[in-house]
Structure formats: structure tokens, C-alpha cells
């Protein structure tokens, strides 16, 4: 049965792998905090260097919340981001 997920999509600034350090923490704490709660099920961060990050939620409520939360965000790392309706048909 398909699960609609909200993935929350983020571009990164250029040499993020450097430039996410200082913040890098506290970012991966609130990704626990919120998968502990139930509200995330999966993240990453995409390529190598990354270049972006996936996120995936249960609502949009909890991804507008994360980004909003997010010390990404606040550090001015994240260029771009959306939220869009994520059709699962396997996990």
C-alpha cells in the first residue's frame, strides 16, 4: 500500500562540506530529536561533496517546522528548499 511521505528538499551552498561544520551538531541533533518523535523517517544528504539534502517526514507541518528550526537554515547554508508530497510504493 503507498505511504504519502513530505520530503523536504534542500540546495546547499557551494563547499558545504566545509562551510556545515560549525553547525554540523547541532543540525544532526535536531534530525534526531525529530526522528525520535516520530515526525522523520529518513535523511541524507545527496552527493559527494553534498550539493543537497533529503528529508522525509509525516507531515508537512513537521518539515515546514524542521527548516524552520533547522541551523542550516539560520547559517545561510541552504540556497533553496521545498516541501512536495512523496509517493512510497516500497520501503
Known amino acids: 500500500m503507498p505511504q504519502t511521505l513530505q520530503l523536504?528538499?534542500?540546495e546547499y551552498v557551494d563547499d558545504m562540506a566545509e562551510k556545515?561544520?560549525?553547525h554540523r551538531a547541532a543540525h544532526l541533533s535536531l534530525i534526531e530529536e525529530y526522528h525520535a518523535e516520530g515526525k522523520l523517517v529518513i535523511a541524507g544528504a545527496?552527493?559527494?561533496p553534498p550539493s543537497s539534502g533529503l528529508l522525509a517526514f509525516v507531515s508537512?507541518?513537521?518539515?515546514?517546522?524542521f527548516a524552520d528550526e533547522?541551523?542550516?537554515g539560520?547559517?545561510?547554508l541552504?540556497?533553496?528548499k521545498?516541501?512536495?508530497?512523496?509517493?512510497?510504493?516500497v520501503s
Open 46 to 48: 545527496v552527493g559527494d
Open 74 to 76: 539560520a547559517a545561510g
Open 8 to 10: 523536504l528538499k534542500y
Open 60 to 65: 508537512a507541518e513537521a518539515a515546514s517546522a
Open 82 to 89: 521545498a516541501i512536495e508530497p512523496w509517493t512510497v510504493v
Open 78 to 80: 541552504v540556497v533553496s
Open 20 to 22: 556545515r561544520t560549525p
Open 70 to 72: 533547522d541551523p542550516y
